[in-house]
């Protein structure tokens, strides 16, 4: 049986994982740009709920659990978290009121979303939030950066033609890369340009 500080391990591994969620693509689905990326983090974050729960009932009494309680509880106090909680109730509300709840709540196929999509991402929040360190945030920005700088120069394979390589990309005067649209490329290279600068500031400052 694995000891609570694997599970920890495993966990923390999961939720790196998902920086490389904007790599994936599969021609195999009927959105070859969003279901693959949709599953892959999903699947990712449900894989750690379930860890971290089994992890909190099985060593409910481990003193490392007990400290990672105490860090949960005052996250819960966390001015910015609450706020963030408050916009997740807002959603549900709003689901409960739509047109088509089914739809306000599971999303579809296409665009992920929904209030279902949305907790996936609220549990990244608080996972991240509890159990990263340091050098886990680290680890997770230097990944991001490197997805980021792959989708920068499959942009400019798009952009300027570049086909010497088996793996060419189609020419495109709005490269999209592989987020399958320019303007979701655009803004994801934005928090990819923050995290540089995030990542830059804590490694000179040798905190977080």
Same mark, same amino acid.
């Given at each position: 049986?694995?000891?609570?500080?694997?599970?920890?391990?495993?966990?923390?591994?999961?939720?790196?994982?998902?920086?490389?969620?904007?790599?994936?693509?599969?021609?195999?689905?009927?959105?070859?740009?969003?279901?693959?990326?949709?599953?892959?983090?999903?699947?990712?974050?449900?894989?750690?709920?379930?860890?971290?729960?089994?992890? =909190?009932?099985?060593? #409910?009494?481990?003193?490392?659990?007990?400290?990672?309680?105490?860090?949960?509880?005052?996250?819960?106090?966390?001015?910015?978290?609450?706020?963030?909680?408050? $916009?997740?109730?807002?959603?549900?509300?709003?689901?409960?009121?739509?047109?088509?709840?089914?739809?306000?709540? #599971?999303?579809?196929?296409?665009?992920?979303?929904?209030?279902?999509?949305?907790?996936?991402?609220?549990?990244?929040?608080?996972?991240?939030?509890?159990?990263?360190?340091?050098?886990? #945030?680290?680890?997770?920005?230097?990944?991001?950066?490197?997805?980021?700088?792959?989708?920068?120069?499959?942009?400019? $394979?798009?952009?300027?033609? #570049?086909?010497?390589?088996?793996?060419?990309?189609?020419?495109?005067?709005?490269?999209?890369?592989?987020?399958?649209?320019?303007?979701?490329?655009?803004?994801?290279?934005? $928090?990819?340009? =923050?995290?540089?600068?995030?990542?830059?500031?804590?490694?000179?400052?040798?905190? $977080?």
């Amino acid at each position: 049986m694995l000891k609570g500080a694997s599970i920890l391990k495993v966990v923390r591994w999961l939720l790196i994982g998902t920086a490389f969620t904007p790599l994936l693509v599969s021609n195999r689905t009927i959105f070859p740009f969003v279901f693959p990326k949709i599953v892959y983090f999903r699947i990712l974050i449900e894989i750690a709920v379930f860890l971290c729960v089994v992890l =909190m009932i099985a060593y #409910w009494r481990d003193r490392s659990m007990q400290e990672l309680r105490a860090t949960f509880f005052r996250m819960l106090v966390n001015p910015l978290f609450i706020a963030i909680s408050l $916009f997740l109730v807002s959603l549900f509300v709003s689901a409960f009121f739509a047109d088509n709840t089914y739809r306000a709540f #599971w999303g579809d196929i296409e665009r992920g979303e929904g209030v279902f999509g949305i907790v996936h991402a609220y549990a990244f929040l608080v996972l991240a939030a509890a159990l990263f360190e340091k050098k886990n #945030w680290a680890r997770y920005f230097q990944i991001s950066l490197i997805a980021g700088a792959i989708l920068i120069v499959y942009s400019f $394979f798009e952009y300027f033609n #570049w086909r010497f390589l088996l793996f060419a990309p189609l020419v495109k005067a709005r490269p999209e890369a592989l987020i399958g649209n320019p303007a979701f490329l655009a803004t994801h290279l934005i $928090f990819i340009g =923050m995290f540089a600068a995030l990542y830059y500031y804590v490694a000179e400052r040798k905190t $977080f």
